[in-house]
């Protein structure tokens, strides 16, 4: 008699804001957390807590750096960046982070097996309806090489324009 196996699956992750954020953000992060978007890597980082960590990384974030849930949130994403991780794209990310401002920046960074990746990265806050910062959202998305002019490739990036208006 052959034996029936049952694979477990862990239930459909989704960020759940635990502080209220605007109407605007909300509809983004809805977006990210909307059926067919499962595989955008995308993470939210909370600036009120010590070196802002990671405090949700999506299904689509882990399956693109090959690290598990467990493993990444609580860290900081520095744990990305490597010895090519060129040290001008983190200061636009850090000044972006000071400057509570979005910021898109080509970065190449590195998976849990070491293998480099180029990553065009946008950074968004996600704010209060009285414009206080709350958390930061980090969409990555991988792209063939370094270079300018590659932000439509990444959804969260397309997302926000319509609220630049």
């Known amino acids: 008699m052959e ?6 699956q862990e239930p459909r992750r989704q ?3 635990e ?3 605007c109407e605007r953000d909300f509809i983004i992060v809805d977006m990210l957390n909307s059926p067919g978007h499962e595989d955008v890597p995308f993470c939210v980082c909370d600036p ?3 070196d802002c960590p990671i405090i949700y990384a999506s299904p689509g974030f882990c399956a693109f750096t090959l690290y598990h849930h467990k493993e990444i949130e609580g860290r ?12 001008k794209d983190v200061e636009k990310i850090k000044k972006a982070i000071v400057e509570e401002t979005e910021q898109s920046v080509n970065l190449l960074n590195y998976r849990k097996d070491g293998t480099k990746f180029v990553n065009e990265f946008f950074l968004s806050p996600l704010r209060d309806n ?3 910062v709350l958390y930061f959202m980090g969409v990555q ?3 063939p090489q370094m270079g300018p002019g590659q932000m439509p490739a990444n959804p969260g990036w397309v997302y ?3 609220s630049h208006v």
């Open 76 to 87: 900081n994403c520095r744990f990305l960046q490597g010895p090519e991780t060129d040290r």
């Open 48 to 50: 009120a807590l010590a």
């Open 3 to 8: 034996k029936a196996y049952v694979t477990l």
């Open 15 to 17: 960020f759940v804001p």
């Open 141 to 143: 998305t991988e792209v």
């Open 160 to 162: 926000t324009q319509g």
């Open 130 to 132: 009285n414009d206080q």
């Open 19 to 21: 502080k209220r954020i």
